[in-house]
């Protein structure tokens, strides 16, 4: 199994910056992809960005068109940690933000149905 936990949401001004952090802990992949989704009140899950990586230095990144020149996705090895460095942050960006991890390189980043391994979210909310 493995767990996972978010944490860095919180309330942050129109333009703003915010980071947040998904720990992993347990079963470990020697390829993974790790993914961030969120979901506003009444809507699906939105796909926000996502690093694949199968070795220890290579890795490739995918972005939703919403969040490409805003947000960065990156990843931290020693600490199995991933981030998502939220930059200009609007109103339409308030939701709920969840982690989500898969084995594998998953050409289907983008689609919920591909991770099999969830955190339990973490609010995000910008007011303008």
């Known amino acids: 199994q493995v767990q996972m936990v978010e944490s860095g949401g919180g309330l942050v001004q129109a333009e703003g910056s915010l980071r947040l952090s998904c720990a992993a802990s347990g079963r470990t992949f020697g390829s993974v992809t790790m993914a961030w989704f969120r979901q506003a009140p009444g809507k699906e899950y939105e796909f926000v960005a996502a690093i694949a990586w199968i070795t220890w230095s290579s890795s490739s990144t995918y972005y939703a068109d919403s969040a490409t020149g805003r947000f960065t996705i990156s990843r931290d090895n020693t600490k199995n940690t991933v981030y998502l460095l939220m930059n200009r942050v609007e109103p339409e960006d308030t939701a709920v933000y969840y982690c989500?991890?898969?084995?594998?390189?998953?050409?289907?980043?983008?689609?919920?149905?591909?991770?099999?391994?969830w955190g339990q979210g973490t609010q995000v909310t910008v007011s303008s």
């Open positions: 989500a991890a898969a084995q594998g390189r998953k050409s289907d980043y983008s689609r919920p149905a591909a991770y099999a391994y």
